[in-house]
């Protein structure tokens, strides 16, 4: 049942909204609206119950073994949320004079000098608001940098085939052309690709390390040498920074541009989607395009830099500084991980992907890329099982749902046949692990004994499979009182 | 070891599984050279103790103040089962909802929030939000030059937000799109619809309508409308949500109405926070769905005739159409939704209305007492929504500080953005007002100018 439908005309909550009635001096009747809009008549009750009742038909971290490939489900400490909803900072209005808010100040200050070291990068922003947007932010960096130095005919950004989807979108929407370059058999990107492909034209190459393929790019320091050496920049996509977080820096790596996922690596909520968090970093060449504002220090006092300091900042790119609860949540965390916490995370979620990709394979799961290490994550390829049996990696993927298990990231990287990227992150204990496992093998029986019921699943879910190409045709985006 | 839970017992059975003789040569791939030695600017680790005693030192530094101030972040006051209910740990730590099946609590609640979207605005269909009202803007921008095809400029009146006027260039400008800016009336405070007659001849994508506008001031929204349509020009209205409760939605602007609305979410329930999170709304009219940026659920049935709720139209999406994507955004901002449809549901359309009729009225009785005070006068004379700009006999950052001594964050110093106005001051007094803040202010006002 919908909200809209528990409603009934009149029912409101007295509590809830000023009880006197107001006039609207001043507004003259042709501003105001004739017909109300269609929000929900219903009792504080309805609503508590209604939502609760809509989120148990979710899966969580909270509820749920989440290991989704590239996504980095940890757990999310309640501490984090907690204290990042203490009264002061909520009730903090943006534009607040900065004499009002230097304990969040020092907080966003302190954020950016962990990430820094963390990064080894030279400078960072916190205001892109997601990844993608951090992405964005980055390749701006990189346009502006080649402009500033009248260099204009760097038009074509160079991505892996492996790469996320937003890299080669992002390049787009910085007006670049993308040149994708291909993955050799050991899942590293094919250096004669990339020397064939870099030339005058290139402005940056935008990598993932460790890819999306779960590998560690082993030829990093030639491939960065190759851009650079064409005069092109390095981007980082830290999509994958769980899976080295204290072991090896962006910046030593030789990237010159690097967005980090707070909401992956530094636990901040996936949230259903949002809201996402994403601080650049950059070496020092690109320190004066950063995108304002950040945060400065001096003899203890904390402000805001702006365009006034930064005149060639690539600018703003949120109303304000960006998602700052967010960037709370992930103060609260690194502070509580500390300096050695922070290197047990690459290495227990190291540990965690390579004993699930040790066991999947006993098992009789084929891997994509058997004679490496995993990085925070590998791929197992069904393609074997979909010729012999018709069972798909979706199949798969929904009946692990029935066994109370969130699947792992299906059909990414692309080039992949049937794939199941399978990330486990440091947060799960080995007996969840293990659990994992056995019904993994469940279902490998099943298809052997009865593919249907894998081709049918899920079966214990609040509805079974869904019909996307009916939703996508009779678009029904809005729902309607009399339809 | 925090938030890992592996006992030596575990690390050694799995160490035997892997074959490896210890966690250290599972990193064996990573080139010596690359290898980071100790991060010396990350501190010890703390207790969730310890790390509480520190935050809520820091929250105790910054205080308290009795907040004035709106210019695009409205204080409002937030129903406790709001955030209760959105932090619970299904909504707060589930991922994208691209596995329908087990993720129908986010779909459908997405799907109820598209409704009371698309009505509050009056519009035909609304995505499930973007990042924030700016940037909504932006994409508003980026899909009026993708529906249009000939025009690449857009008209925007000096009077928007003029943050959003920044983000805007900031995004749209790699993409060889013109922004063209439209004056203001210095009396009135809004862009007068014969002003922009000196535009006829020149071909526009879109033209943007605040309303209200940074000032407060309602634009002549249906005049500005209807002159966009007769030049085949897309009108983008920017609004305030919780004003849409009281005032004519875009929807129904001039003749046929604007064709695209967006605008900043927050003052649906979301705590200002020093900026964020927020979200970015964005609703649109039939005609332009395709083009419309970010995520869209749809209502659909399962394999058994049952209704549920998909993401729908993902062929426009970055991670199906890679360089070719409408853009190349891929979360919305989910969980402030999740806040936002709560809030909506609680105070439903009457409490909504009541919402913003108080928050009106509160501005106007502020005024009124201010405006009684030598030198203090009303900068324009248009009709306004719960926020106006205000002339001081005195330099405005003086009066603010001496505010601020008193506890009270009295407004948003104008001049920041418009130099040429002088010493004003832009202020609001939303629903969380009572009269006793309100005469305090004045009070205070009257000690600071003198």
Redesign the interface.
Known sequence: M???EHARPG???YS?????????????D?????K???????S?MD??R???R??????????EF?P?GS?T?????R?C?A?A?????????????ED?????L??MYDLQ??L???T?MAGISLAP?????G??IGV?MI?AYHESRGDHDRTEIIVPDAA???N????????FK?VEIATDKEGNVDLNALKAAVGPKTAGLMLTNPSTLG??E?N??EMSRIVHEAGGLLYYDGANLNA?L????PG??GFDVIHINLHKTF?T?????????APVGVAKRLLPFLPVPFVSSENGTYSWVTEKERPQS?????????????LLRAY?Y???????????V???A???A??LM??LK?AGFEIAFPT??ASHEFIVTLKDIKDKTGVTAMNL??RL?DKGF??PTTY?PILVPECLLIEPA?????QTLDAFVTAMKEILAEIKEQPDLVK?A?HT????????V???R??????KPDA | MPFIPHTQDDIAEMLASIGSDSIETLFDEIPDDLRSGRLNNVPPGLSEMEISRLMMERAAQDGFYQNFIGAGAYDHHIPAAVWQITTRGEFYSSYTPYQAEASQGTLQLLYEYQTMMASLTGMDASNASLYDGATALAEAVLMAVRSHRSSRRILMPQTVHPVYKKVVRAIVSNQKIDIVEAPFCAESGRVLPESLEKFDDEEFAAIVIPQPNFFGVLEQVNELTDWAHRKKTLAIGVVNPVSLALLTPPGEWGSNGADIAVGEGQPLGIPLSSGGPYFGFMACKNNLIRQIPGRIIGRTNDLDGKQGFVLTLQAREQHIRRSKATSNICTNQGLMVTAATIYMSLLGPDGLRRVAEHSHANTMDLLQQLEKISGVKKVFNSPFFHEAALKLPKPVNLVLARMKEKGILAGFDLQAFYPEMGDTLLVCATETKTAADIQNYVTQFEQALK
């Open positions: 919908l909200i809209f029912r409101r909550n809830q909204a000023p009880t006197t009635t107001a006039s609207t001096e001043g507004i003259p042709q501003f105001l609206r004739k109300q809009p269609l929000l929900p008549e219903v504080e609503t508590v209604h939502y609760t809509l989120s148990q038909k979710n899966f969580s971290i909270d509820t989440y989704l996504c489900m940890k757990y999310n400490p501490a949320n204290l909803m203490l009264p002061q900072f909520l009730g903090r209005h943006p534009l607040a004079p009002t808010g230097q304990g969040f020092a907080c000098e962990i820094k070291d963390v080894g608001m997601a990844g993608a947007q992405e964005l701006m346009r996320h989807g937003t080669p979108a992002t390049a787009v929407m910085c007006g993308v590998v560690f082993e990093v320091t080295v204290g072991k090896v820096k030593d790596m636990s909520p996936h949230g259903g989607g949002g809201p996402g968090s690539i600018g703003r790119l949120s109303a304000h500084m960006g998602n700052a609860g967010v609260i690194v502070r509580l991980l500390g300096r050695d916490g922070m290197n047990r690459a290495e227990f190291t540990l965690n390579n004993y040790a066991e006993k490496r290490r993927a929904k749902l969130h699947a990414f440091e947060t799960e204990s080995k049918n899920p879910m609040p509805l079974r499979k869904l019909d996307d009916k939703a996508a009779e678009l029904d985006l809005c729902w």
